[in-house]
């Protein structure tokens, strides 16, 4: 009898990706606002007070963009190595993703592709608050 195997990541995991596999905190910063992008904004704002103060500086980072239902974030967001994205995009033809790869929302050719941009905020901070709101349902907060 074959036994099987599977991983089981432990939370901790997301601050070790966040901090590892981004190089510094420019690249972190660039990978959120690359988020905004993918997420169809038109404005995009950063904050960032008292960057010296580790335990009172504030980086915030705001858009215009889709937003997020409590769905999303649970079974996509949440969830490292989701097929959420290439559900959407295997609506197309193969052609059609190689050529184009365009979110029908904003026919904008997506900057990100590994998920990586979500753990980014972890080299930034220790206290992750998330807010958005996906039109036509609740705003969602959460602390990560």
């Not at 901090?19 to 606002?33: G, T």
């Amino acid at each position: 009898m074959k036994e099987s195997f599977i991983f089981k990541p432990r939370a901790r995991l997301l601050l070790q990706l966040g901090d590892q596999l981004i190089k510094n905190e420019n690249i972190a910063l660039l990978e959120l606002v690359k988020n905004s992008y993918d997420a169809c904004a038109t404005q995009v704002s950063v904050i960032m007070k008292k960057l010296d103060d580790s335990d009172n500086g504030i980086i915030i980072v705001e858009d215009n963009g889709t937003g997020m239902d409590m769905n999303i974030i649970q079974n996509a967001w949440m969830e490292p190595g989701s097929d959420y994205k290439e559900k959407i995009y295997k609506q197309w033809t193969f052609a059609e993703y190689v050529q184009n790869k365009i979110t029908e929302e904003c026919k904008r050719i997506p900057l990100g592709e590994k998920g990586i941009g979500r753990f980014t905020a972890h080299k930034l901070g220790n206290v992750i608050e998330l807010v958005t709101r996906k039109e036509g349902h609740k705003e969602a907060v959460r602390q990560l």
